[in-house]
Each structure stands twice: as structure tokens, then as C-alpha cells.
């Protein structure tokens, strides 16, 4: 393999993985970091051959850097993306970002000459807002933003898709644009630097969320997002492609349940109790995760990843896996005390 690829946001969650696939694959990865300055650190994490690694300074926010950080590439992975960790009060905060970062990469990406592009978009672009009850959602569905009661990230995860894909078909000439739809991304953490996506298992183990609400999500392990990413750069006619990347659907509660039967004492500070609705919509007003919660309550979403495995031979590992090596990750950093 000589091409050469741009991971957007190298020092993420899902990107590190991606980066460290692609590397071991013979790949040549540029990757974009908002300051130089934290390249070491992220190298070090990293732990590739560094020859076959460039970085650049690039923000979703400003036009610099794209066009150095794309020279060169055929391929580009835009995985970087804004995501809360703390109350958003103004869903622009992550909207414009989100959009307008997902535009001037493919702006930069046409004007580099790259032929395929795949963007990590979400599950919250497909399956959110329907209310109570069970659906069922494949890749034909769309989250409606405009709806009342959304969280900011999942308007903005939808309005990003939405626009990339209306550019690529009106601007995007010869480029081949794919999107990756992960749910709730879980597995090992590298370090006390950890993403977002993995605090429900921080929060649980470490007693601070003392009772479950009637709130769950689809869960996929970063490893296996990594690897679809991995298999929408390289499979032929993916133009147009949109795939659902996750595993099945848990209640934070059945998640509570397989900490404590798999990780035994040290579990022991996971709750076993439920949290009524209306305390959800109270702590809604001052937490981002709550919010997320108050808008999805009895909401249970079958995300159906068939698709993926139909068209690429894509495999999910059993979800238990991947809350228990997220648990003993957290643990083994000291990121939770047991």
C-alpha cells in the first residue's frame, strides 16, 4: 500500500485506532491536530512508525493548514469532530463547527485532488427524536433536526451529513464521499486524556451516577469503528455509501448489570437503582449527558448494522467485551478508583 491518507483530529478517540490500523497496514497517514505543540504526546500514545506519520495544525473552525495537511493525500478519514463535554446552551456551539469543519475539509480535499472520502458522522443523524416506544432504523433513516427537544450534538451531527452531502452532490466532482454512522463508541482507553463517549462507564464504576434512567444507546468498541473505516478507504464503489456502525441496544441499565456479573468486587460501586424521569429532566438544565438522556427516555433504537457486514465483511465483537475492557482500561489508568 502506497497511498496516503488524512485522518483528521489525530489525537481522538476513534482516530488514534484508525491511525494505528492504517500505519500497521502500509499506509502513509498525515493526521491534523489543533497545536503542534501536543504532536509528541499524541506520537508517544501512538506508538507507530513514525516515518509513515505527518502532522499539521488544523482547526474545523479556520481555513489554515487544510491545504498543506491534504497535499499529497488520495484519501482522507474526517473524523474529527466537536463533541460536549459540558452544558451546551447554544446549539451553534457545536452546529457550525461540526458543519463547517466537515466543509472546508472537502473544499480542501477537492482542491487536493482526493479521490475518496469518508466521514465519521453518527447514529444521531439517523435514529434520534421518535419518542418513546421501539424502532427500528437502517441507513435510509434520518434524524429530523428541527425537532423540538434534540440535544445540540444530535442537530449537530445531522446538520454536518446533511451538508457534506448536499455539497459532494452539487461540488464534489469526482470524489467518492462515504459516511460511517457509530453509536455509542466503547473499549480501550489509552490514557487520562479519554473521550467522551466513554464516561457512562466512568460514571457507573465510579458510583457517581447513582441510579439509572430509562435512557440506552447502541454500543460498538472503537476497535471495530476503526476497522469500517479502514474498509470504506479501500473498498471499491463507495460513492454515495452511508453505514450504521453499531452493536445492539442497551439500557444503562442492563450496562450496569454486566459490569457488576463480569468485574465482580470491583464493581462494586455501580448502582442498582433507577432514576425517575423527572429527576433526568431537572439535571437536563446543568448536564450535557442528561440532556441527551431527557430527550431519548423510554426511547429504545435498533440500529441495524447489516448493511456494513452485507457490503464489507464488517464484524462487531461482543459488546460485553467491550464494556469490560473500557472498565478495567479506566481502572488500570487510575481514572477510577475501585
Known sequence: MTDTVLVSGGSGYIAGFLIRQL??????????????????????????????????????????????????????????????????????????????????ALRAAKAA??????MTSSVAAVAYGRGRGVHHFTEADWTDPTRPGLAPYVQSK????????????????????????????????????????????????????????????????????????????????????????????????EVADILRAQLGPQAHKVTTRNLPDWFVRVLALFNPMARLAASELGSIRHQDASHAKAVLGWQTRPVEQSIVDTARCLIELGIVKV
Open 158 to 253: 445531522t446538520i454536518a451529513e446533511r451538508a457534506a452531502r448536499d455539497w459532494v452532490a452539487k461540488e464534489g466532482g469526482a470524489i467518492e464521499y462515504c459516511s460511517i454512522n457509530p453509536s455509542v463508541v466503547l473499549g480501550p482507553v489509552w490514557s487520562r486524556d479519554y473521550s467522551a463517549s466513554v464516561v457512562v462507564v466512568k460514571k457507573l464504576l465510579d458510583g457517581s451516577m447513582g441510579a439509572t434512567p430509562d435512557f440506552g444507546f447502541g454500543l460498538v468498541d472503537v476497535r471495530d469503528v476503526a476497522d469500517l473505516h479502514v474498509r470504506c478507504l479501500k473498498a471499491p464503489g463507495m460513492a454515495g455509501e452511508r453505514f450504521i456502525a453499531s452493536g445492539p441496544f442497551l439500557k444503562l441499565r
Open 113 to 118: 485532488g482526493v479521490r475518496r472520502f469518508v
Open 23 to 104: 500505519v500497521a497496514e502500509g499506509w502513509m497517514v498525515h493526521t491534523t491536530i489543533r497545536d503542534l505543540a501536543r504532536e509528541a504526546a499524541v506520537r508517544q500514545l501512538l506508538a507507530v512508525d513514525n516515518a509513515r506519520l505527518r502532522f499539521f495544525a488544523a482547526d474545523l473552525m479556520s481555513d489554515a493548514g487544510w491545504a498543506e495537511a491534504m497535499a499529497g493525500c488520495s484519501h482522507v478519514a474526517h473524523v474529527a469532530s466537536p463533541l460536549p463535554t459540558r452544558n451546551v446552551r447554544d446549539a451553534n456551539e457545536l452546529i457550525v463547527p461540526a458543519r463547517d469543519g466537515a466543509l472546508r
